[in-house]
């Protein structure tokens, strides 16, 4: 069965820290790969996508995720935190599924940032 | 552009009682898919639905159904409640059914379950 592993569950950093939190999925064909955010009190909300083409995909808020075939990993990286940053991160993964859009979702990585 | 909306937002029920959850998809939106979020876990996906069928599920038991309306809204129907079903059921809209289309997901309906 597919899978999502996120290796971070909690992760702490200081404003104008670099971040980078770790996906892996399981799955040997065609993926389309997701990261979707959950501020405090909010909806799930799309950061970026990846469908095709250049592996490194920019996303909103000045995040970026690259994807390495290789390695099965989507991993999401941001050169500098705001403390607005603080939120649930979900790495997601869909696979062809028979003719449904069904998203497969890692457990998430909780990022608290300190001004 | 109204987004994906939720009622009720909180709920409370008891063990072996029934329960409906309900959705309003973005407009345009013809398909609905619902995920249930335990506490410290991602999304785990139940079904979707697309133009009124059920077209996909996860590993649910029967006891979860649903429907969805000619105006593409959607139902969530949980029946003989049991302790572990207390969640966030998400309801996410998207333009078509098939994975090239992006979901955009509603803020959710806790369910807890005592």
């Known amino acids: 069965a597919q899978s999502v592993s996120q290796h971070n569950h909690h992760v702490i950093l200081s404003e104008a820290a670099s971040l980078e939190l770790g996906c892996n999925y399981s799955?040997?064909?065609?993926?389309?790969l997701f990261w979707y955010v959950q501020y405090p009190g909010q909806h799930l909300q799309l950061l970026l996508k990846?469908?095709?083409?250049?592996?490194l995909v920019k996303g909103i808020k000045g995040f970026e995720a690259e994807f390495i075939k290789s390695k099965f990993s989507f991993n999401l990286r941001k050169p500098s935190v705001q403390w607005s940053d603080t939120a649930e991160y979900f790495c997601?993964?869909?696979?062809?599924?028979?003719?449904?859009?069904?998203?497969?979702f890692g457990a998430g990585t909780r990022l608290a940032v300190h001004p | 552009e109204t987004g994906v909306t939720q009622s009720p937002t909180h709920l409370i029920k008891t063990r072996g009682q029934q329960v409906t959850l309900r959705c309003s998809s973005q407009?345009?939106?013809?398909?609905v898919s619902w995920y249930q979020q335990a506490l410290g876990q991602g999304p785990q996906f139940i079904f979707q639905?697309?133009?009124?069928?059920?077209?996909g599920r996860g590993n649910f038991p029967p006891r979860f159904s649903g429907l969805q309306f000619p105006n593409y809204s959607s139902e969530l129907n949980v029946n003989a409640l049991e302790l572990d079903d207390s969640a966030l059921y998400l309801c996410?809209?998207?333009?078509?059914?098939?994975?090239?289309?992006?979901?955009?997901f509603g803020p959710g309906t806790r369910l807890t379950v005592t």
């Open positions: 997601a993964v869909k696979t062809p599924s028979g003719g449904y859009n069904k998203l497969i």
């Open positions: 990846y469908f095709s083409g250049d592996p």
């Open positions: 639905y697309y133009r009124e069928e059920e077209n």
């Open positions: 996410a809209s998207s333009p078509d059914r098939f994975a090239s289309y992006e979901q955009y």
């Open positions: 407009s345009g939106h013809n398909t």
């Open positions: 799955y040997g064909g065609t993926v389309n």
